[in-house]
């Protein structure tokens, strides 16, 4: 008689977890070793391979009782490790171990969020979270809320959402040149008019052009601004984004999903002066607050607006259980099944407290400008601006535009370090997101270094 897999949750599913997270464990240090570095070696084509030998038969006639170390180490193996000091292209960052931790009770747990009586908890949770971190944006005393979402591509479209059908599909999206490419995105999912696109000549909106397309354009606008730019870290010219808005009485959306965890931070805080002005505003804490994907919030200064993404489907939210207490959890999200991300930024808000994860901030801020200092004093480089954020842009000095691109790949094909890139003054540049508080100063040392030493020519 063969034995039915164990369950992660009920009365023995610690009990049956226990080994198996052993077993991943031993996987993971063991795939991180075979690695040796932030990015697997070879390429794709190598990477490919590699993972192509480990998986075998996808679906096999019979299991393989070895399926999660083989897999698990594969994976290790093959992956970019955001902990490696090295691995600095994206707002990719390490996760802490705490809300690792938690996320995996979620994943046990496995509740959804689409109906109260398959997350009691869960839901009482979310909503506590939601408004004590709109709370952070908008100020304790507005009557704001948050939805948790994927992050900010998911965010930024529920913001143009919310902003449709409260004015109507002829709205106007209007963002500068350094916006986040989700918000034409958004802008065409929900068919409105193209948007207008407002110069950046250094990096940031432009207050003077985006005063201009105001005036001319017939409304209604939404304007979005950004707090973290992808490229660059840079953060929009907010307080007199929002004075516009008011005077021209355009609404405000704000992409904060890198700047957002500035808010964090005692020191750093006051860098999003005029955030607490906007409407909506995009967080991800999946960037600057070191959580597994996904965590993301958009943060809604009225939560009477969040009525345009009520829904009903009887087995969820009928009107007798809404009437007898039941709390209606549809209007929550566009999306139906949805896991309990709420847990792990509750653990890590609740264990860190705003002190710790505002000195994570700091540290990492504080590598980043450590790191253009060096690039400045170093001849054979030149370094684009001092950082806003944690971001900073450099290039070797005087190499072509193929060079950069060359000693990016290079380095990338070798698994031996992971930069991102950014076009920006006309030329391009390479791209260093430090996002990890335990990188050190000889660590960036080497990573200069290992430009240096890549450099064609």
């Known amino acids: 008689m063969s034995t039915l897999p164990s369950l992660a949750s009920g009365p023995e599913g610690p009990h049956a977890l226990r080994p198996l997270l052993d077993i991943v464990l031993d996987a993971l240090g063991e795939g991180a070793r075979a690695r040796r570095g932030p990015l697997p070696s070879g390429g794709p084509d190598a990477v490919a391979g590699r993972m192509r030998t480990a998986v075998g038969d996808v679906l096999p006639d019979e299991g393989d009782p070895n399926a999660l170390h083989t897999l698990v180490r594969a994976l290790a193996e093959s992956a970019a490790d955001p902990a490696h000091p090295l691995c600095t292209a994206h707002l990719h960052c390490p996760p802490l171990a705490l809300a690792t931790a938690a996320d995996l009770a979620a994943s046990t747990l496995n509740p959804s969020l689409d109906s109260w009586d398959q997350a009691p908890g869960a839901s009482e949770l979310e909503a ?9 944006v908008f100020g304790a005393e507005a009557a704001a809320t948050a939805l948790i979402t994927t992050g900010g591509t998911e965010s ?82 907010l307080p007199e984004i929002a004075a516009l808005c008011a005077a021209h009485g355009a609404r405000l959306h704000v992409d904060a999903a890198y700047g957002g965890g500035l808010l964090f931070s005692d020191r750093y805080r006051e860098r999003l002066a005029g955030l607490d002005a906007a409407d909506t505003v995009t967080l991800d804490l999946h960037k600057l607050g070191w959580q597994p994907v996904a965590a993301g919030l958009l943060a809604v200064r009225d939560q009477g607006g969040l009525a345009v993404l009520h829904h009903r489907a009887d087995y969820l939210n009928a009107d007798d259980d809404i009437e007898a207490g039941l709390p209606d959890l549809l209007g929550r999200s566009l999306r139906t099944s949805r896991r309990p991300d709420v847990l792990k930024i509750a653990v890590t808000l609740k264990a860190l407290g705003r002190n710790g994860l505002g000195r994570l901030v700091e540290q990492v801020c504080a590598r980043a400008l450590e790191f253009a200092h060096l690039v400045h004093g170093h001849p054979g480089f030149e370094v684009y601006d001092q950082p806003t954020i944690s971001t900073v842009l450099f290039r070797p000095a005087h190499a072509t535009d193929d060079a950069v691109a060359a000693v990016r790949r290079t380095l ?46």
């Open 128 to 136: 506590l979270v939601t408004e004590a971190l709109a709370g952070e």
């Open 156 to 237: 930024n479209q529920l913001a143009l959402l919310i902003d449709r059908e409260a004015h109507g599909a002829g709205v106007r999206l209007v963002h500068g040149a350094n916006a986040h490419h989700s918000l034409p995105r958004a802008a065409w999912l929900l068919g409105l008019p193209d948007p207008v696109v407002v110069p950046a000549p250094a990096g940031v909106l432009d207050p003077a052009a985006l005063d201009e397309a105001l005036t001319q354009l017939p409304g209604p606008h939404l304007v979005a601004a950004t707090a973290g730019t992808t490229d660059a870290g840079l953060i929009d010219p």
């Open 412 to 457: 990338l094909t070798d698994g031996r370090a992971v930069l991102g890139r950014a076009r920006t003054d006309g030329r391009l540049w390479l791209k260093a997101t430090l996002l990890n508080p335990h990188t050190r100063p000889d660590d960036l040392a080497a990573l200069l270094k290992l430009v240096e030493g890549n450099t064609p020519g």
